[in-house]
Nanobody, 123 residues
Framework: QVQLVESGGGLVQAGGSRRLSCAAS????????MAWFRQAPGKEREFVAA????????YYAESMKGRFTISRDNAKNTVYLQMNSLKLEDTAVYYC????????????????WGQGTQVTVSS
């Protein structure tokens, strides 16, 4: 199994940047697809980005392209989400998730979840 712990959330001004981290445990971490989701109050949880187990394939929601970058360091058992040009609508709880094999963008396909980290964007 995989255990996930997010960190790096906090308060950031609109237009600013923030990097989230997701520390993972488990012997099979490097074989897992990792993803970021987010959920704002009153809204559905939405897909943000995903990265293959090898780190050579990435996938982003259209609204995130050009602003967010997902990466992973398997030696450190950590996945990152670099967020740039943040907007007020980016305010949400951000979750990391893991699944085996192929990249998918639906939350129902992911088996392991962290507790989330709050990102608040202010004007």
């Amino acid at each position: 199994q995989v255990q996930l712990v997010e960190s790096g959330g906090g308060l950031v001004q609109a237009g600013g940047s923030r990097r989230l981290s997701c520390a993972a445990s488990g012997r099979t971490f490097s074989r897992h697809v990792m993803a970021w989701f987010r959920q704002a109050p009153g809204k559905e949880r939405e897909f943000v980005a995903a990265i293959s187990w090898s780190g050579d394939r990435t996938y982003y929601a259209e609204s995130m392209k050009g602003r967010f970058t997902i990466s992973r360091d398997n030696a450190k058992n950590t996945v990152y989400l670099q967020m740039n040009s943040l907007k007020l609508e980016d305010t949400a709880v951000y979750y990391c998730a893991a699944r085996m094999d192929r990249i998918l963008d639906g939350s129902k396909w992911y088996d392991y979840w962290g507790q989330g980290t709050q990102v608040t964007v202010s004007s």
